[in-house]
C-alpha cells in the first residue's frame, strides 16, 4: 500500500509540474498531457475506476494529438505577427480592474514584428495614474470637456501620443480637455461599464467610437473578453450588467479552454452558422443605455461609426441596418470611413499589411472630421 501512495503522490507531483509548465507556455496539449497523469495516478489508487479512466486518458492525448497537429498548421502571416518579448508591453503593462484589463500608469515601450523578424511598428504608450493613455497638450483649468471611448482603434494602437485619434481632435480644439478612454480590445460593453463606474466621466460630450463587430465583445464571444463586463439584454430594450464574461465559477475553466485550438476551431464553426442578430440587439440595447446615461448627465452622446466587412454579418443585420438603427436613437452619427472613399484610396490609412489599425495619417483625416462636429456645439467654436 505505501508503495501505491508512493508512486500516486509521485505521479501527482509530476501532474501538477506538467501542467503548470503548460499554463507557463500557454501550451494545452501539454496541460492535457499534465491532467492525463493525473488521471494515471488516479488509477494506480483505484483499482475499480482503471477502465474508465483508461479511456479517458486515451481521449485526453488524442486531443493532445490534435493539438499539435493543429500547431503544425502555418497561420495567416497576420497572426504570425508577434510582440517584441523585450518590451514594457509584454513584460509589465496589464492590471485586472473591475471594468476589465487596463494598463498600468507609466510610459511603455511596445514594438511589433512581422514573421520575417522587420518591424510593424515601434513606439511607447503613455498611461496616466486612471489607467488610461494620456493626450498631449490637455489644457490647464478648462471647462470643457470630451471624452472619447472605444477599443484599440480609439487608443492609438501603434501610434505616438500625439498620433491618435483623441490627440488630433485636441490639436484643433486646444482650449477643450480631450480625454482618451480607449483601450486594446475594449468595446461598448466595457464603454458603458466606465460610464457607470466612479471614474471621473465630467465633461459635455462622450465621442463612442464604434464598428458593428464591437456586438462580438459586447455578448462575451471572443476569448480575449473574458473578465470584461457582462450585461444582458432585457425584454423591454434596456440592459443590466450581470457579473463577467465567463462567470465567476467558470472563469479559470474558461481561461483554461481559451488556449486551446480544438475548442476555438470548434467555437469558431459554430458561430460561422449562428445568427448574431441577438448580439446585434445587445449592443444597440448598450449604445441606448449609453445614450440615456449621457442624457441624464446633460451630456451629449455622438457615435464615430466604421463599416465592418460586409461577410461579417450571418444574421439580418447590415452596416446599413446597424447604421439605421443608431440613427432611430437620435444620435448624430460621424461618419468615420476613409477607405469608401474615392479621394482617400491608395493613401496609407491603416499602420502595416499585417497591422490594420489606423496609421497617424488616417487619424490627421479623421480628427478635422470629428472636431468639426463638435464645433457646432455651443461653446465649443474656436476663435479665429
Not at 504570425?80 to 487596463?102: E, F, M, N, R
Not at 496616466?128 to 471647462?143: C, E, I, Q
Not at 452622446?301 to 460586409?310: E, M, Y
Request: aromatic content about 8%; proline content about 5%.
Amino acid at each position: 500500500m505505501k508503495r501505491l501512495i508512493l508512486w500516486f503522490l509521485s505521479l501527482l507531483t509530476l501532474s501538477a509540474g506538467v501542467i503548470y509548465l503548460g499554463y507557463l507556455g500557454r501550451n494545452f496539449a501539454t496541460m492535457l498531457a499534465g491532467f492525463a497523469i493525473g488521471l494515471v495516478a488516479l488509477a494506480v489508487l483505484i483499482r475499480p475506476l482503471r477502465a474508465m479512466i483508461t479511456a479517458i486518458v486515451s481521449l485526453m492525448l488524442a486531443l493532445a494529438m490534435a493539438e499539435v497537429a493543429l500547431g503544425l498548421v502555418p497561420e495567416p502571416a497576420s497572426a504570425q505577427a508577434t510582440l517584441d518579448p523585450t518590451t514594457d508591453y509584454v513584460k509589465h503593462y496589464w492590471s485586472h480592474t473591475d471594468i476589465g484589463a487596463l494598463p498600468r500608469p507609466g510610459k511603455h515601450t511596445t514594438r511589433k514584428l512581422a514573421p520575417d523578424g522587420s518591424e510593424i511598428y515601434s513606439t511607447a504608450y503613455t498611461i496616466g495614474n486612471d489607467g488610461f493613455r494620456v493626450t498631449p497638450g490637455n489644457p490647464v483649468g478648462s471647462k470643457k470637456r470630451v471624452n472619447f471611448l472605444g477599443c484599440s482603434h480609439t487608443f492609438g494602437e501603434g501610434l505616438a501620443d500625439d498620433q491618435t485619434l483623441p490627440a488630433q481632435v485636441q490639436k484643433l480644439l486646444p482650449d477643450v480637455t480631450v480625454r482618451n478612454f480607449g483601450i486594446h480590445g475594449y468595446g461598448m460593453h466595457q464603454a458603458l461599464a466606465l460610464m457607470q463606474s466612479q471614474r471621473d466621466m465630467s465633461g459635455q460630450v462622450n465621442v463612442a467610437v464604434t464598428v458593428p463587430w464591437h456586438a462580438e465583445r459586447s455578448a462575451c464571444v471572443p476569448a480575449y473578453s473574458l473578465g470584461s463586463p457582462r450585461f444582458l439584454l432585457q425584454a423591454d430594450g434596456t440592459v443590466h450588467r450581470s457579473g463577467i464574461c465567463g462567470g465567476i465559477p467558470y472563469y479559470p475553466l474558461a481561461r483554461i479552454l481559451s488556449l486551446s485550438k480544438v475548442y476555438r476551431l470548434a467555437k469558431a464553426a459554430i458561430q460561422t452558422r449562428q445568427s448574431q442578430d441577438a448580439q446585434i440587439e445587445l449592443y444597440l440595447g448598450i449604445l441606448r443605455e449609453m445614450s440615456d446615461l449621457s442624457a441624464v448627465r446633460q451630456q451629449v452622446l455622438k457615435i464615430g461609426f466604421f463599416n465592418a466587412d460586409p461577410t461579417w454579418f450571418t444574421g439580418t443585420y447590415s452596416n446599413e441596418k446597424v447604421l439605421n438603427a443608431i440613427k432611430a436613437m437620435k444620435l448624430e452619427v460621424i461618419d468615420m470611413n476613409l477607405s469608401d472613399k474615392e479621394q482617400y484610396r491608395n493613401m496609407k490609412l491603416i499602420l502595416h499589411p499585417l497591422d490594420e489599425h489606423a496609421s497617424a495619417l488616417a487619424n490627421e483625416i479623421t480628427g478635422p472630421i470629428v472636431a468639426e462636429s463638435l464645433m457646432k456645439l455651443p461653446g465649443f467654436a474656436q476663435r479665429k
